[in-house]
């Protein structure tokens, strides 16, 4: 406890996802319980920091939020301090500055000496500046899509593979009783864990991932061949960042003040015109959208939240310094903060669970189907 920190920042920064609120509780009673901390929540993620909205949590804060979805802190992913979008040109376009140093003022104001930053690649990104004034951070990572380098398994994905099956499975009956190809986008950024887990869950007879650019032509025959051998529907899981082999993804919207600042989305709604028209089959489209982050975590992702939690506050209790806490086989571990900035944790072609979806009939909309 020599270099420990008496006081320490947590805030929850990017989009939320099931299970933050097991970190906040497990960093918040293993402070306070086992090492005599004091614990201070800044609102909103690192917009909190830069507004200097923060207030103390105490156990009786963190009582009873086990089992809720989001963040009792708040969220932002539009709020990257080195690169802050504090107002409007008079074209309309944001104009950016680096408020780091106002946030380390309201640090030394508080005198809170490390953070706990519980966030995906875009907030450990925005952390690095402030390891380098020499603040102690130690990341912690969240994202429902799985996809973060460094972590064999981020919280929330879990929640978010159940949810997306639940949803899959409800429209599986109504596919069947109506006789349509049913196309369902899932989240997932450029990774397509969520499609890949969900789809192979709920028996979808196509899954499409970012990984494998997909061939129309192959899905086409794949769904009409059900339909002669009496399969008069078919359920499609795709993923938003999808994109046929000779095309491109389909961006939503891009937002230039957050950290990443492409929102994918719409390639289920093209893939499902380009069925019905070279097919002639009905064909309707689903997209699961935010549903996916939301909802109680599961079982599996609370006890994950936890564990990232207890080994954040046993890090910082060890005198660890700038630290990100990872599952690795199996194992609650820690590597080097700066190793989740690059690159993203794609589903590699080899993935076993891609041969045995394949082994069962599952189209992945590619010639080896
Ligand atoms: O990273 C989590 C995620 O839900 C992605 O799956 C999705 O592409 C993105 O965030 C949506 O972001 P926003 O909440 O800004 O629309």
Request: net charge negative.
């Amino acid at each position: 406890m020599t270099n420990a920190p008496r006081r320490i920042g947590v805030l929850t920064g990017g989009g939320d996802c099931p299970g933050l609120n097991a970190v906040i509780r497990a960093v918040t009673k293993t402070a306070i319980f086992d090492y005599g901390m004091e614990v201070i929540g800044i609102e909103d993620g690192y917009r909190g920091l830069i507004e200097n909205r923060m207030h103390p949590l105490t156990s009786l804060d963190v009582s009873n939020i086990l089992t809720r979805g989001g963040t009792i802190l708040g969220t932002c992913n539009r709020s990257n301090p080195s690169h802050f979008a504090t107002g409007l040109d008079d074209n309309g376009q944001p104009v950016f500055a680096d408020v780091t140093e106002q946030c380390i003022r309201h640090l030394r104001e508080r005198q809170i000496d490390a953070l706990v930053v519980i966030g995906g690649d875009g907030t450990m990104a925005c952390t690095r500046p402030f390891a380098e004034r020499g603040i102690n951070c130690i990341g912690v990572p969240k994202t429902i899509d799985n996809d973060l380098p460094g972590t064999d398994l981020t919280f929330g994905f879990t929640t978010a593979v159940d949810t997306a099956t639940d949803a899959l499975d409800r429209i599986h009956s109504t596919a069947a009783s109506h006789h349509r190809v049913m196309v369902v986008e899932v989240m997932g950024r450029n990774a397509g864990w969520i499609a890949l887990h969900a789809g192979v869950a709920s028996g979808s007879d196509v899954i499409l991932v970012p990984e494998i650019p997909y061939d129309l032509r192959c899905i086409c025959e794949f769904v009409e061949d059900r339909s002669r051998h009496g399969k008069r529907f078919s359920i499609v899981c795709i993923s938003e960042g999808a994109r046929p082999a000779t095309g491109e993804q389909v961006v939503a919207r891009i937002d230039p003040t957050s950290p990443d600042p492409v929102r994918l989305g719409g390639i289920g709604e093209k893939l499902a015109d380009d069925i019905a028209a070279t097919t002639g089959l009905e064909t309707r489209t689903t997209v699961l959208g935010h549903v996916q982050r939301g909802g109680s975590p599961v079982p599996s992702d609370r006890v994950l939240g936890t564990r990232f939690g207890h080994h954040a506050l046993e890090l910082l209790a060890a005198g660890e310094r700038n630290r990100l806490v990872v599952q690795r086989d199996g194992e609650i571990t820690d590597i080097d903060l700066g190793s989740m900035e690059t690159g993203q944790r794609l589903v590699p072609l080899d993935d076993p669970l891609i041969a045995a979806a394949r082994a069962v009939g599952t189209c992945f909309g590619d010639t080896s189907a």
